[in-house]
């Protein structure tokens, strides 16, 4: 478990030695301000909750977190380091975890950034913070799947573009898959549990739920297994693309 | 003596490529192996199979009696790695860096600055311990990536063109650099400078497409070519013929050929046979024959040239 912290502290340390962290941070937080109060109509809704806030996060974050995965592996295999990393004493998902949780952590970082929003609605009215914690709990989670997936991608490509926007597609998909543009595209021909499966595997469907204040069980376990499933995924491509 | 890095029949494919053929090597303690070969012969191949960066398609290589494939763990432990080019984290210093690899090696508090201080010393990063590696000149990046292997103190170093891209006196302080620790250590060096080979290297390995050729000290490798030890005289015309009869009929002249004739006089070369002495030998003949000679040298064989023979002889 020391390895994974070392490789997280120096991710970070990446991170915060360079602009990437600030320009992130400042951009997310901005942006979903932004949206928030524009777009979301916080004030004009007349109501003391941050629904308007959480609503837009799958949206930010299919742009915004493939942004900050694309570089954890692309940029390893491109620039040669990957060949120091591989050679240390430590196993592949040491790295692969470490790479996420500093990444995961920039993102809650941002997540966090973000409570002037709440002292906002609190101040204007009375909402209920339990919704709000399970929001935000929610939102980092997905944020989590989001990053899983983008880390995976990177791994199979020296370039960064590519990595970005296959991580973003796929993304798209998994926010989409509870929609019924996507389910009837499968209904056509696919047999109604791997309809249902594929509906189920909608990030929105999950998040949600979430942002109602529900915690579910399985909605936690959905988002954990997702990103477990992706990093696993993600330990066999490093392997084996490593020296590619 | 103890062997420190075993490999056995280490073989690897890309795709169509058969880029190692089963390469076999014992290093001991204190032996310092140059490999040699031209591009593509497969020697970074076999280093990143050694190190553990790539798997074998068969065979393996062991570590201080670590199998690099089943262990790796422990046999990367003992490892210290320069790969090629010297691949390092741009966005850190040589402080922040050093520290990252001292953190994976497990290097406690208490020894940790003395050993990063010692590996700083030996390659002499103080003038840039504390600026970012990218702003770096290519000698130093390189001094940085020398620093990384050496700082955990392993009983095996890989080092895959360690003075590519240096100056001459950076080429020389790594030489010694690795002088001075071959005694504790067992080193592999890849290199394209053979000069290197003479000057660091107790055993000189070729490979060409991915099998060793030759394994052997410098002067034997030398000993492949088959000038050496040949002579080359030049005489008189008159005086040739004569002369000529005579080398021939030594034990150990295998032929003496002309190789030019201006002026009146004539250029010879006297080939050994076996690469045996013949250089006292030729010298009592001619004193014998009273021949008068203007010239007489043993021929200096370069290792570029054994090198060019025995790399472009396979293919043919």
């Known amino acids: 478990m020391a390895n994974t912290w070392y490789i997280a502290k120096r991710e970070l340390f990446g991170y915060f030695g360079s602009p990437l962290a600030y320009v992130f941070i400042v951009i997310f937080v901005a942006l979903t301000g932004a949206f928030a109060f524009y777009i979301g109509a916080l004030f004009e809704r007349g109501q003391a909750d941050l629904q308007s806030f959480f609503i837009y996060h799958p949206w930010l974050y299919l742009i915004l977190v493939p942004a900050i995965a694309m570089r954890l592996w692309a940029d390893e295999r491109k620039s040669g380091t990957i060949e120091l990393l591989m050679t240390l004493p430590i196993e592949a998902w040491q790295a692969i975890l470490g790479k996420f949780l500093a990444a995961w952590a920039t993102i809650g970082l941002a997540l966090i950034l973000t409570f002037p929003m709440w002292i906002t609605v609190n101040y204007l009215g009375d909402p209920d913070n339990g919704v709000i914690l399970a929001s935000y709990l929610g939102s980092f989670l997905m944020a989590g799947a989001f990053l899983a997936i983008g880390s995976c991608i990177s791994a199979l490509t020296k370039n960064q573009v590519i990595a970005f926007v296959v991580s973003a597609v796929i993304c798209f998909l998994f926010v989409m898959s509870g929609a019924e543009l996507v389910l009837n595209f499968f209904r056509a021909w696919a047999p109604e549990f791997m309809v249902d499966v594929i509906g189920g595997l909608s990030f929105l469907t999950h998040f949600e739920q979430l942002t109602k204040g529900v915690i579910d069980l399985a909605d936690l376990v959905f988002f954990l297994s997702f990103i477990v499933f992706w990093l696993f995924a993600n330990t066999i491509i490093v392997e084996m693309k490593k020296a590619d | 003596m103890t062997v420190l890095i075993s490999t056995q029949n280490l073989e690897k494919k ?303």
């Open chain 2, 14 to 316: 890309f795709g169509d490529i058969h880029a190692v053929r089963g390469i076999s090597l014992d290093v001991q303690k204190g032996e310092v192996l140059g490999f040699l070969g031209p591009n593509g012969a497969g020697k970074s191949t076999t280093m990143k199979m050694i190190t553990g960066f790539l798997t074998p398609d068969t065979g393996t290589a062991e570590i201080c009696g670590f199998d690099i494939v089943k262990e790796p763990i422990e046999a990367k432990r003992r490892i210290g790695y320069l790969p090629e080019g010297a691949p390092l984290y741009s966005d850190m210093t040589p402080h922040s860096f050093l520290n990252f690899i001292a953190d994976i090696h497990g290097i406690d508090k208490s020894s940790r600055s003395d050993r990063i201080a010692d590996a700083v010393n030996k390659t002499g990063l103080e003038p840039v311990y504390h600026q970012v590696i990218d702003t770096l000149s290519k000698g130093f990046k390189r001094r940085v990536g020398l620093a990384q292997a050496i700082l955990n103190d392993p009983d095996v170093l890989i080092l895959d063109e360690p003075t590519d891209g240096l100056d001459p006196n950076q080429k020389h302080l790594v030489r010694e650099l690795i002088s001075a620790m071959a005694k504790e250590k067992a080193i592999i060096i890849s290199t394209h400078i053979l000069e290197e080979v003479e000057a660091v290297c107790s055993r000189a390995v070729v490979i060409d497409q991915g099998r060793v050729i030759v394994d052997g000290t410098a002067d034997e490798l030398q000993g492949r070519s088959a000038l050496y030890n040949a002579v080359t005289l030049k005489t008189a015309e008159a005086s040739a013929g004569a002369l000529i009869e005579k080398l021939e009929a030594l034990e150990f002249v295998k032929q003496v050929e002309t190789l030019s004739q201006m002026n009146g006089t004539k250029r010879l070369r006297a080939i050994p046979i076996d690469g045996k002495p013949i250089a006292s030998d030729i010298t009592s003949v001619i004193q014998e024959q009273g021949t008068v000679v203007q010239e007489i040298y043993v021929e200096q064989v370069r290792l570029d040239d054994v090198f060019r023979q025995l790399t472009t002889a396979e293919g043919e």
